[in-house]
């Protein structure tokens, strides 16, 4: 262990602000342009009916914590949320059971394999490891505050919409389709249950999962969605607090471990963003106390992360300035007299 919470302190935060709105709203659509005729990656198929994706769509959008918003291309197309709710199922269970518990029981830890992975709950004695890949996004959907399926499932519903500021609804056709595939989803939850380590019904959980999964949302609803965890919990479009602030800091380094799947360490490194993806290719990715950017393109590379989201908020992340561990030398003029340096 390396801290534990009696050890912890009233926390300062480290944080900046974004450039004017006009910049912004200028440079979302310089990256929108860079970008928008960029054709590699494939659309995903495991799920058949992500296959029919118009491939050609593109929408990006930034929030900031102050409720101003900016939008361009297909940043209001509505498309299947997937493992984008990770993220926010994590935070909801996070302020239902606090920092401890879910890190006891869920994880922290990448596994650096792939999100759906089998042999990462064995090599880790059925521990789902991390929120961010399936197992441990089942492990933290059976931690659901409510005492049905059908209550946690409106639990989910409705904290998934505080989060975008208005009332999401399931795609039942995506939910169909992935339902009538999902074997493996179903074998992770099997062996979850085999070790002990899932609380609830197995194929419950996988149904909640698979709905929530299948929530329709635009990138416009990302960027509010990710906006929310950077400004301390609270919507900056509607005002309300949906977590606390700890849980949006919890939330957010489980992002920068695992967000990206296998490929958050090179994320982190190109582009220095907590950040969360899903197949039917949407990405959210959040400067605290700044804002978020969620961009939506279906094409995927094999990690399964949109090629041209990920490429424009890379773009947006260094022109906007957020990369969280950027800095500036500070000039010889403004350094204190340090004595003990000489
Ligand atoms: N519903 C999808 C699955 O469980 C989500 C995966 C993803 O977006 N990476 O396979």
Known sequence: ???????????????????????????????????????????????????????????????????????????????SI????????????????????????????????????VIAVELNDGHPMNPMVNAGALSTTALMPGATAAEQWEFIRTGLSAFAGRQLVMDGEVYASEMATNSRNKAIARLLESYGHLNADPLETVDIYTRQCALLVTAHDLAVMGATLADGGVNPVTGEQVVSPEVCRDTLSMLAASGMYERSGEWLFEIGLPAKSGVAGGIVAVAPGKGAIGAFSPRLNSAGNSVRGQRAIAYLSRALGLNLFASHATPPTERAANDHRA
């Open 1 to 79: 262990m390396i801290t534990s919470e009696s050890e912890s302190v009233d926390q300062q935060v480290s944080t900046g602000h974004l450039p004017a709105w006009g910049e912004v709203e200028s440079l979302t659509a310089a990256a929108f342009e860079r970008y928008r005729r960029l054709d590699e990656g494939e659309v995903a198929d495991y799920i058949p009916i992500l296959a029919d994706a118009d491939p050609s769509l593109f929408g990006l959008s930034v929030s900031e914590v102050n409720g101003a918003t900016h939008d361009i291309g297909d940043s209001g197309h509505g498309f």
């Open 82 to 117: 997937q493992s984008v709710s990770k993220a926010f199922l994590y935070a909801l269970v996070c302020e239902a059971h606090g920092h401890a518990f879910v890190k006891e029981r869920v994880g922290v830890n990448n596994t650096g394999l792939a999100f759906n992975s």
